[in-house]
């Protein structure tokens, strides 16, 4: 998988050591580039980052808050391609690899990524079930930066926050989310970032198995945050008090989208009030119940099962690789359960 070489993840752990231990002993000497901004109060031992191979970066950043870390981590992206890797999830290296080879032989697209799973140990079995299914054959593919931000904003899945993607664009998109003003709302750095993809260039949801989404811990903002009121982006929209800061918000999107592509900023405002508007629409949706985020969870079976099901149904699936990471993430837990016990 020589395309992996050109492959930056960064990881912006948060203070679980052992999850954080166990993705940097699975991609020790796998290909990509893995470089750690690790935020807890102890950094990891030294006889476990020994073990690790050269393609492991690992730094200790006691107590920084998450966008500093990102910020870090962002001056660090200098191969070919860069994506955002959380440190309690896995994406399959085949998968990546594939993505990379899309992206080599389609010009115009800046990001490309994978279907998506939800994986949970429950006693023997590694349980899982799908995630985001609207990420199916999902593409923002318009050749205008205006059309496909409202597109994207107004149709709003995450397919670019953990997208594999061009760097110089990547870079763009978090430096506009990382060295500013935290918003007053939930995810506001997300947001930014999708935006700011969706803005410089197309991208696309590929059919391979790509994204293995943890549920094996709570939010880092806390589990209920995205559903109070004073979080959400209707109220942050709506209240008059917060209209510097939307105002701000707007500058400085469109002051960095302005510094790419050469574009007026003053245009470029008009448009980020037109895809924030189309994002409103979107969170009204949401808090009615109205949207997709608020369906039914899809069915929950082992993984291998579901696996095979998507390969049925025409997703491609490394069965070798996931074999793997379920081996890995149940001894993780047995030997966690051991601990405890």
């Known amino acids: 998988m020589r395309n992996l070489k050109e492959l930056t993840i960064l990881v912006p752990s948060f203070d679980r050591p052992h999850f954080l231990k166990r993705l940097l ?18 950094p990891i031992d030294s006889n476990s980052l020994s073990c690790l191979k050269s393609n492991i970066e690992y730094h200790h950043l006691r107590n920084l808050e998450v966008q500093k870390r990102i910020s ?20 399959m290296p085949s998968s990546l690899n594939t993505q990379i080879e899309y ?6 697209l800046i990001a490309c990524m994978g279907h998506s799973i939800a994986f949970k140990a429950l006693d023997q079995y590694l349980i899982s079930n799908i ?26 899945s ?45 991208s696309k949801v590929i059919n391979t198995l790509g994204w293995l989404r943890s549920k094996e811990n709570k939010r880092i903002e806390g589990k209920q945050a995205h ?15 917060m209209e510097n800061e939307r105002e701000l918000f707007i500058q400085l999107f469109a002051e960095k989208m302005s510094a790419v592509d050469g574009r007026p900023i003053s245009v470029i405002k008009e448009e980020a009030w037109e895809g924030l508007n189309s994002y409103y629409g979107f969170s ?12 039914p969870e899809t069915t929950v079976e082992p993984i291998t099962d579901l696996a095979e099901k998507l390969v049925g149904s025409g997703v491609s699936v490394n069965l070798e690789e996931l074999q793997e990471i379920k081996q890995i993430v149940m001894e993780f837990h047995s030997k966690t359960f051991a601990k405890a016990g």
């Open 25 to 42: 002993s699975y991609w020790s000497g796998r290909g990509p580039k893995i470089i750690v901004a690790d935020g807890s109060a102890r």
């Open 72 to 91: 870090f981590l962002v001056s660090r992206a200098k191969s070919k391609y860069t994506m955002l890797h959380a440190d309690d999830e896995f994406f």
């Open 103 to 108: 992206l080599e032989c389609q010009d115009d």
């Open 131 to 156: 995630v985001y299914p609207e990420l199916i054959n999902y593409e923002i593919n318009a050749d205008f930066s205006h059309d496909r931000m409202v597109f994207h904003m107004k149709h709003y």
């Open 158 to 202: 995450p397919s670019l926050i953990y997208s594999v993607a061009k760097t110089e664009f990547w870079k763009a998109a978090f430096k506009l989310a990382t060295n500013g003003k935290k918003f007053s709302f939930w995810a506001g750095g997300e947001i930014l970032v999708e935006m700011a993809l969706a803005y410089l260039g197309k």
């Open 227 to 241: 559903e109070r009121h004073s979080s959400r982006f209707t109220t942050w929209w709506e209240s008059a008090e």
């Open 284 to 295: 009204k949706n949401y808090h009615a119940g109205k949207h997709w985020f608020n369906r």
